[in-house]
């Protein structure tokens, strides 16, 4: 008995090795066998698969993919006063990585709680644990895969002004989670500079500042 195949693992998934067998979408591509690695938090699986290549010959391949869920992030901005609210919070893979201290500057969001769960659903939760802002009227940007080599998540992208009137909440994430989260105020102009120095280095982050100033609520007419 394996958890994750015929047990439930820890989010009480089973049949996790079954994932993707069933695609027909793609007559060049056949799967031959999934193997699931690991099912701890996110689920580690080796796909062997066959691949029909432009000069006619097939080719077996295999290729690791780590599914965590999709996920969904939120540019809060205001437009008159022409900021933006981002957080703060450390980030042990990218300190890892080479960050000099991890703590990386960010829009809010986080993944979606269920697999049917709504994008929008799951940003406006994480928007109010993480800044304390309940905010009204949203703008879907666009859906994201971030790492299509390895990585199956993908983001989608929201928009939405804050205000005053918006604050109804603490904020800064939730303690049963590990999280530490500050919100940091900023010029929509100083925010896209930071990019420049390396100050904003969060891709999803990167993309809505650039998003607000080419065609969002910073765009010049």
Known sequence: MTAGIDTPDRRGRTGLDRTGRDLTGNPRVRIRDVKLL???????RTTTFDLLRADGTWSTQERETH??????TLLLYDAERETVLLTRQFRYPVYVNGHPDGMLVETPGGLLDEDDEHPEVAVRREVIEETGH?????EHVFDVYMSPGSVTERVSFYAASYGPS?????GGGLDEEGEDIETVELPFREALSMIRTG???DAKTI????????EGPFAKA
Do not use: F, K, P
């Open 166 to 170: 918006t604050r109804t909440h603490e």
């Open 207 to 214: 993309m809505l500042l650039q998003w607000a100033a080419l």
């Open 67 to 72: 599914d965590r869920g999709n996920g969904a």
């Open 38 to 44: 690991s099912c701890h938090w996110y689920v580690e």
């Open 134 to 138: 309940t905010v009204g009227e949203v």
């Open 199 to 201: 100050e904003i280095a």
